[in-house]
């Protein structure tokens, strides 16, 4: 094996999304970054991420890092893409096996925040490290694509909610309203969410009802993978793949 053959490594980083307040107290998509502390790039804020070790699954990986590097342990977590580009890091040669996650706003709030780790408004970042930028912008594609026809917005709920709030989800992340009378046929036409028998505390008027997904549907269908033995994520259990 040739020296260059032998430089190549692999990696695994995670694109975190959350919604949370902007400054003016708007929701807003926003993912953590965290600043590289070493070169390549050093200085630059990058992706949460680190190398996959041999004794550990993929998922797993990314799991860890994010735990190690944010804090965070996402509700929803699927793998995304393997980059792998020869030019996308100026040293050795990596591949990244990339994960996106989606974590409520309450999960968000518990992320480490210091100098070295911040939350960015997802649609306006600054230059990454490595190919980052991209990743991101493949990465929000997905998430809107998938958002369309899947059941991911929970990942950014808690265990139960209202309609509104739900709508909500799809605006921010859609960045255009939604008819809220449509919203609600196609919702409850869907079977995927049940009535708590509870309403909302705290609201002035009539509370809403609250809500909370059908966890007797199985949103996946993972084919001839469900016979794999790596541990099975939230994704595979709640998501749609």
Not at 49 to 58: I, R
Not at 192 to 200: D, M, N, P, S, W
Not at 219 to 233: F, I, K, M, Q, V
């Amino acid at each position: 094996m040739s020296t260059a053959e032998s430089q190549v490594s692999l990696a695994v980083s995670t694109v975190i999304f959350a919604l949370r307040p902007s400054a003016s107290g708007e929701p807003e998509l926003v993912l953590p970054l965290v600043r590289r502390i070493r070169e390549p790039y050093e200085g630059q804020w990058a992706l949460p991420g680190g190398p996959l070790n041999s004794n550990e699954d993929l998922a797993e990986a990314a799991s860890r890092t994010l735990l190690e590097t944010t804090a965070l342990e996402p509700r929803y977590l699927e793998q995304l893409y393997a980059f792998g580009q020869l030019d996308r890091s100026p040293d050795d040669r990596v591949v990244s096996i990339v994960y996106w996650a989606l974590v409520a706003g309450d999960e968000a709030d518990r992320a480490i925040q210091s100098e070295n780790v911040q939350w960015f408004t997802a649609d306006d970042l600054p230059e990454l490290a490595f190919d980052h930028n991209l990743i991101v912008d493949y990465a929000l594609w997905r998430l809107r694509t998938k958002l369309e026809y899947s059941r991911i917005a929970h990942g950014f709920l808690g265990e139960t909610f209202t309609l509104a709030q739900l709508r909500e989800v799809y605006e921010v992340v859609l960045r255009k309203p939604v008819d809220p009378g449509n919203f609600r046929r196609m919702v409850e036409a869907s079977g995927t969410v049940v009535a708590t028998g509870e309403r909302l505390a705290g609201t002035p008027h009539r509370p809403p009802q609250l809500y909370r997904y059908n966890t007797s549907i199985d949103l996946t269908d993972e084919g001839p993978l469900s016979r794999l033995s790596a541990p099975r994520t939230l994704a595979s259990t709640r998501g749609d793949n």
